[in-house]
């Protein structure tokens, strides 16, 4: 049985040299997962695996659990006796996140050891701007490239102006058109794809993710379907996979954008020119509201900043902050933020008790 390229399959370098500390195991690379059950591909095929019991002891927290993507070390590389078992997960060079909800702050890795993040909205109904800011800060936030990719071209009569809205919040990052209406359409895709590269398709559903998967692959692997009426996509995609393309590397599809929170969002890259606004402010701790010589409402009144966008900034680094709370901590949370300057909700009951003593 001839052997399976792991370099093509992401396998560096960095990879292959901590691998190397751990003699008598063998490296693969998880390309599914099925409750407790993964499949993972080694230079000798694919092979079903599970954690050792040691490993289930020793983590701490749940990000540190093996993911799709992640380099883990077995104790065989072939589909002999049972289940192969996972020792150790290599060090992960970019992850996508998810919080759990609560104020447990556990964290779970959707993906890990991407390089390449496609960004895909159509541009029909799906086509959102304040979505697509999310969506450029989730990827950077992985510490992967984001690359937006605007799909269904054939359904829009306004490409050149929303080319143009796109410019207002890209911030460096590359935009590719597509069509479904030929393999042409995809040729701009194409080109960023290369043997061992790894590219996560994130969106929401029904706006081709599958749909251009199934053009890279060039068969029918993923069923596909529609955006409803109502704009909302039906969810297609039900676990994440890794899928090796014929021509080299791989593309992980991960379920629709609930999948992530918006606590896995770095702001500052995504909103780099307000940030950059921020600093020819005349106080460091500008709030962008009333103060004088601020330079974010100045541009905004030189229509070099829109205020949509602005408000966008706001409404996310506000969700940020309240992320993975309950309805009663984010009340507390509002109201501490209402009672700063007597020092939080707690001082300020006593004020009041305070106060009625008093009378």
Known sequence: MSKIDMKSLGLSQSFSNEAAKYKGLYIGRIISQYKNLYKVVTDNGEITAEISGRFRFDVTVSSDYPAVGDFVMLDRNEDISGNAIIHKVLTRKSAFIRKAPGTSNCEQIVAANIDMVFICMSLNNDYNLRRL?????????????????????????????????????????????????????YLPVKKYLESGKTIAFIGSSGVGKSTLINMLIGENTLITREIRNDDKGRHTTTRREIIVLPGGGVVIDTPGMRELGIDSVDLSKTFADIDELA???????????????????????DGLLTRDRFLSYLKLKKEAKYEGLNFKQIETEKLNVMFKEVGGMKNARKVIKGKNKKR
């Not at 829009?156 to 796109?166: I, T, V």
């Not at 890209?170 to 359409?185: F, K, N």
């Not at 709030?287 to 409402?297: D, F, G, K, R, W």
């Open 133 to 185: 800011e999310r969506y450029i800060g989730i990827a950077w936030d992985s510490d992967a490239v984001p690359v937006i990719v605007l799909t269904k071209a054939d359904l829009c009569d306004n490409l050149s102006q929303k080319l143009a809205e796109l410019d207002t919040v890209a911030c460096g990052v590359d935009v590719l058109v597509t069509s479904c209406l030929s393999d042409e359409g």
């Open 279 to 301: 600093t020819k402010c005349k106080f460091y701790d500008c709030t962008h509201s009333s103060e004088p010589s601020c330079a974010v409402q100045k541009a905004i009144n």
